[in-house]
């Protein structure tokens, strides 16, 4: 069910009457029911194979919580990696030797139309967090349903943000109401439809075709084209963590923002304290630190970068081009450590500021080639069409305009000071909006476009 789509918003309509109807006490188990229906629209048996694995994950926390064995943590992490392997990569490889005459495997071949479970990258992060969170000792109680709800919640179930349970428990039987969280839900909301339908589809639009046939496109279309993605990329997830964020607000919660203006950044270090945010404090928290973080020489220092960045890669997809997007993200990590220290972005002027965003965005939307491509040998055709002298091109009046707004937008998030300043307007400038993106919406002739991080 997309965010964008009708189906979700008689869902979510359903769903947000039902919830502010209901006498408080109820309102946990409404949550939970739509939620489950939520996964359940999608598929009925993955949705068995989910609370499954939720169950047994909750089992593993009673017995850290009540004995205080580290078998149990051991045996809840591995048991939620080995699925996540199986489904990820396991399954995804034997379908390939199938598909290609190299491997027939009687059980296996009833699976070979079977797709990656929904979420399920996310939810076996916020899963094994959860256990090594018990294992920690910062908490001492963790009632079932408060735990169903918190790995179910649905605004943000399919795609993220990958909470921790402080960010969410506490706001569990306290949901209320009130007039601030109802005007930032709409505004996030709003801010979701325009970062997604209005630029990361249209986006989509002149650039898939590129991908696709890149002979048949002029060099500089080629180089535009992963600059495009990039923004892509960025509409298309910080879109969906506004309207996840802005579902979660109209019905009393707040969950973590997971965007901070990325492509203002000015070093690689601040791009991924900027995006995908939850995923990077995870990586930090339950995979980078347990490997020594910056309490090791610099040698292991520089190691466990990269390990954790290709990890990271693997994590997003099961392709080695994955692997290498994240490996080299973490090469270039380990550059900008070694011989320029943190940039100090406050000591910087603004020509050097320039640059370095230059420089960051630069890279990042090259590299992005391995997030997009699936081949080295695509890849190298794709950049090899760069040198191409003729050919169609993208690079028209509706391209500019739709570069020129993501960075708009970018700019209005990391001026925080413009939301103080709008705020007493706030209550002209809804109604203003939502006509203005109802009025884009029909205008637009397009089919809905699936969120790119629901492959996840």
Sequence with gaps: MLFNSIDYFYFFITCYITYWISPSRFRKYILILFSLIFYGYWSGSFLIHFVLFIVITHLCVIGILKTKKKIFLIFGVLINLINLCFFKYILTYLKYLMSEGELTIPFFQSLSEFVLPLAISFYTFQMIAYLVDAWRGKFTESPFLNFLLF?????QLIAGPIMRHDDFYDQIDHAKLSLDYVQRGILHILSGLIKKVLIADQLAKLINPVYANPSEYDGISIILSTFAFSFQVYGDFSGYTDLA??????LGYEIPENFRSPFLSVSFAELWGRWHYTLSTWIRDYLYIPLGGNRVSEVRYNINTVI?????????????TFFLWGFFHGIFLTI????????????MTLLKKIFAVIW???IFSFLATFFRIDTLEKIVSFWTSSINLQGKIIYKPDFWGLIIGSYAIQMIEYKNYFQD??????QWLIPIFAILMYYALVKIEAATETFIYFQF
């Design 308 to 320: 954790v960045m290709s990890l990271s890669g693997l994590w997003h997809g099961n392709t080695y």
């Design 151 to 155: 790995i179910l919640f649905f605004p």
């Design 336 to 347: 900008e450590r070694s011989f320029f220290g943190k940039p100090n972005r406050s000591s």
């Design 421 to 426: 300043k709008l705020k007493p307007y706030i």
């Design 245 to 250: 964020r802005g579902s979660a607000f109209l």
């Design 360 to 362: 960051v965005f630069t």
